[in-house]
């Protein structure tokens, strides 16, 4: 969808990239949910592809946003676990030559720094099958997305 | 000088490819020095291979979460090109601001969140909002005005949804197009002061230089400091440019046993592209504000420092705003028209083979395919400019560590790192996947 909208208090947004399989679950969630915009006309979707620093931006001074990603959190592929930045750490390994990759929880930190950033934070984390490339979630995945878009509905009520 | 120096900076997660810095010296002696990129190829042209022309730019917009408009307007130049679709110039205007607004995304980014904890000597730019937070702000106000840039013009502010084949599904109204012109006056005086700090820390910015070969499009007519049309031009070629639908020529990929990225060469054994790359071949047509930033900095036509490729950037984030500025008055005074297209776009004039060059914000990038004559994709090949700079960082490599060897491991190792990221690496940019453990 495009960004020409309200601003909102509430943003979903959608990361992750398209052509790796499960790792676009996220996107591949917003896009169904903003099809029920209609159900929701006070929260802004956004499909924020792989664009982690545009996340700065994305949830600056609204009241609520809830990230949807594909996370590598030690789970059976499928799983969806919902929690808040202060619930994890992170364990990603950066090597800071390139800013292609991004640990989200750390423009999360920037955010806060920044004293922008939304009092409420929620992510939806789906654990992957497959990374590999392919624009096509896996079986496992697939099959389960209507509860996980259930699951962040249910956010929003 | 150290007689014994082991640096290892590696990192292999699991999809993700990275660059390794390996650096070997014992007893004195070199005994390995190598920038090795041991990513796994992604083989996106198979991705396209069998889709409609209609789907290219869309699918190859997510090949990168920062240079995705910059592989939509490759894709849409080179399909438009290949099946004899027109496009009008105000389209071709729009794309190229477009375009601009992706640099400035990008640039702002590598200077603000990369090379300045670099001058400033911390680890990333969140400790630096405690130390200077009026830079920190000003940096991110250039970046969000240049995220709602890019937004109003190709409908997101990453992976473009108003670019389709032979033109745009919706062109900006004229007060949308003032409101864009009144907020980069607004960002004139951030600009400006993000550049006076850098020029604060300029001392900082290694004196290193390696006479190189640098790449990128040239335009003559009429002459500008092009990022979108124009040629290819070399520093090693003098006035003489290759057409882009001859990029083979320049882009002559070659396999390393180092690297499973392609490395790169034209007239010597590597070659540079990116922002010190266009400079040096278009310096002359840089805007009046640009120019003046490039004096600040010392930064003339024939810099051969890869360091300072950032400070081009920087440089090139002036010439857009201003430039932007100008071409807004033009489209302006000459009258929007009305004259968008479907969502599906043109159709195709014929079959063919085309290809579409434009300079992403860290480099030449060429993207060519073939078509049968219902736009069906039959082949695509795709050069990235990271892939064309791997081959002149290891030269860098072999230039500046016997210059340095006698300083400590720390600061070798530091100035390697601030080399590689000076050329703004695309290395691993398609997952962004979290990875995390829960606190108990």
């Known amino acids: 969808m495009s960004e020409r909208t309200t601003k909102n208090d509430v943003v979903v947004i959608g990361l992750g990239n398209i052509l790796m399989s499960d790792e676009g679950i996220g996107v591949h969630i917003v896009r169904r949910l903003s099809s029920q915009q209609g159900k929701f006309p006070d929260v802004n979707f956004i499909d924020a592809g792989s664009a982690g620093m545009n996340l700065l931006h994305l949830i600056a001074n609204r009241k609520k946003a809830i990230i949807i990603d594909c996370a590598k959190m030690g789970e059976k592929p499928g799983t969806v676990r919902r929690f808040t930045a202060d619930e994890v750490v992170s364990i990603k390994h950066l090597t800071h030559f390139t800013l292609h990759e991004i640990d989200i929880l750390q423009v999360l930190n920037l955010s806060k720094q920044l004293g922008e950033c939304p009092p409420e934070v929620i992510f939806f984390g789906i654990e992957p099958e497959t990374l590999k490339l392919g624009q096509n979630l896996s079986k496992t995945l697939a099959v389960q997305i209507d509860s996980h878009i259930s699951a962040v509905c249910e956010e929003l009520i | ?440």
């Open chain 2, 1 to 440: 000088m150290n007689e014994n120096i082991n640096i290892n900076v590696h990192h292999i997660t699991r999809v993700e490819g990275h660059g390794n810095i390996v650096v070997n010296v014992t007893n004195g002696r070199i005994e390995k020095l190598q920038w090795q990129v041991p990513e796994a190829p992604r083989f996106f042209e198979s991705m396209v291979r069998g889709h409609s022309y209609q789907d290219i730019q869309t699918i190859v917009s997510r090949i990168c979460g920062i240079c995705s408009i910059t592989h939509s307007l490759a894709s849409i130049k080179a399909l438009e090109s290949a099946l004899g679709i027109e496009v009008s110039q105000q389209a071709d205007v729009v794309r190229i601001l477009m375009l601009y607004a992706e640099e400035m995304q990008s640039h702002i980014l590598h200077i603000g969140y990369l090379a300045a904890p670099d001058f400033f000597g911390t680890p990333s730019v969140v400790p630096l909002v405690s130390r200077a937070p009026a830079t920190v702000k000003a940096i991110v106000k250039v970046h969000r005005t240049a995220n709602e840039w890019a937004n109003l013009v190709a409908g997101r502010p990453t992976h473009p949804v108003t670019i389709v084949p032979g033109g745009l599904t919706r062109v900006p109204t004229e007060k949308q197009f003032r409101q864009l012109q009144q907020s980069l006056r607004n960002i004139f005086p951030d600009a400006k002061a993000i550049a006076e700090v850098v020029l604060s820390v300029a001392d900082s910015i290694p004196k290193f230089e390696r006479p190189t070969e640098y790449v990128s499009l040239k335009q003559t007519s009429p002459p500008t400091y092009t990022f979108y049309h124009g040629d290819i031009a070399s520093t090693d070629l003098n006035d003489a440019t290759l057409p882009v639908s001859k990029w083979h020529e320049a882009a002559n990929e070659y396999v390393v046993e180092q690297s499973t990225a392609k490395w790169a060469k034209w007239h010597r054994g590597s070659y540079a592209v990116g922002a010190l790359a266009r400079l040096n071949n278009n310096y002359e047509l840089l805007s009046p504000m640009a120019k003046d930033a490039a004096k600040q900095f010392g930064l003339v036509k024939g810099c051969c420092n890869p360091y300072m490729n950032t400070v081009a950037q920087l440089v090139e984030c002036f010439h857009l705003i201003e430039t932007t500025i100008g071409i807004i008055d033009g489209l302006l005074t000459k009258g929007l028209k009305d004259e968008t297209c479907l969502s599906g776009g043109k159709p195709p004039v014929k079959a063919g083979r085309g290809a579409g060059c434009v300079e992403a914000p860290r480099g030449i990038l060429f993207h060519e395919y073939e078509f049968d004559k219902t736009g069906k994709c039959l082949a695509a090949d795709i050069c990235i400019p990271t892939g064309q700079n791997h081959a002149n960082i290891q030269k860098d490599f072999e230039k500046l560590l016997p210059e340095i060897l006698d300083q400590s491991e720390k600061d070798i190792r530091q100035k390697l790192e601030m080399l590689v990221r000076s050329y703004d690496p695309c290395i691993s940019c398609s997952t962004h996947f979290l990875d995390v453990k829960f606190v108990q």
